[in-house]
């Protein structure tokens, strides 16, 4: 399936950026690339996306490796499905895939950034590295001062693509399902004389 090349070379990015970031740059460095609209800067993120927590960590690292598994099932399902939808859902694959690596073998190679239970190998305890550093708004809003900065990385950016590319093709996916699942009309047989 030629869009598992689209998965192939995300993940291979993601990687590489991360690991340039993770030895070239401190954790909390900031370098501005455009201002302080955009900037690199160097964080790790124990939980799922914007730092949120859903029960232990080996809970979530289990749950994300499941997840890019049954999306990479999902997506060999559908391998009849218009290429646009397949594109879409091998992006989430590579960032999700690209996530994961981070989480399973991070604390392997550079120590987790949270403690793992006393006991069990650093196996599924590492930090997903996010730098890039979007600053789209500081100050008021609705009567409290807010600070929207998403920090990522090149996976969550693919993730965020995939799911606005299947928003895009999800009518002309289900116009493929409806021509899949439509009855074949019987052949009629021509009056011959």
Request: hydrophobic fraction near 50%; aromatic fraction near 12%.
């Amino acid at each position: 399936m030629r869009v598992l090349w689209v998965t192939f070379f995300l993940v291979v990015a993601d990687q590489i950026t991360k690991l340039v970031v993770k030895y070239n740059m401190v954790l909390g460095e900031s370098i501005p690339v455009v201002g302080r609209l955009f900037r690199f800067t160097f964080t790790e993120n124990p939980g799922m996306a914007f730092g949120l927590t859903v029960g232990s960590k080996l809970f979530l690292t289990l749950f994300s490796i499941a997840a890019t598994v049954l999306i990479f099932v999902y997506l060999r399902r559908v391998e009849w499905a218009p290429f646009g939808y397949r594109l879409a859902l091998a992006l989430v694959l590579g960032g999700a895939l690209g996530n994961v690596i981070d989480r399973v073998f991070y604390g392997m190679a550079f120590g987790e950034c949270l403690p793992s239970p006393p006991g069990s190998s650093r196996l599924f305890y590492g930090c997903v590295v996010d730098f890039l550093h979007l600053d789209v708004y500081q100050g008021p809003l609705f009567g409290r001062t807010v600070a929207l900065f998403p920090i990522g990385n090149i996976a969550d950016v693919a993730i965020i693509a995939g799911v606005v590319l299947i928003l895009i093709t999800q009518g002309r996916f289900h116009q493929a399902v409806q021509a899949r699942e439509a009855p074949v009309p019987e052949p009629t047989v021509g009056e011959g004389g």
